[in-house]
Nanobody
């Protein structure tokens, strides 16, 4: 059974940090590209960051320099370290896996999704 489970969300003040984690099981996550996407209130799903199976990393312009994605293939986990958080980072954050391709900025390219974790940044 495929499972993608996010954790680590919460409430933080502007300028603060949070670390999100994603645990994957039921498929070969080590050979899958993994990404984080987010959905802010009243907005569509936005790709945020991705990491290939070879650990090449990619970021949306809006988070470049503030967020860092990493993976631990031995533990089948992916993390997103978020620093210098802004109120506009407030969203539900989702972890997603793409088994067939590399990192895509198109959210419909992903095969498996978690349920999401809420991140709220207060001003």
């Amino acid at each position: 059974q495929v499972q993608v489970v996010e954790s680590g969300g919460g409430l933080v003040q502007s300028g603060g940090s949070l670390r999100l984690s994603c645990a994957a099981s039921g498929f070969t996550s080590s050979t899958s590209a993994m990404s984080w996407a987010r959905q802010a209130p009243g907005k569509g799903l936005e790709w945020v960051s991705g990491i290939s199976s070879y650990e090449q990393t990619y970021y949306a312009e809006s988070v470049k320099g503030r967020f860092t994605i990493s993976r631990d293939n031995a533990k089948n986990t992916v993390s997103l370290q978020m620093n210098s958080l802004k109120p506009e980072d407030t969203a539900v954050y989702y972890c997603a896996a793409n088994r067939r391709m590399g990192v895509s900025t198109t959210t419909t390219a992903y095969d498996y999704w978690g349920q999401g974790t809420q991140v709220t940044v207060s001003s």
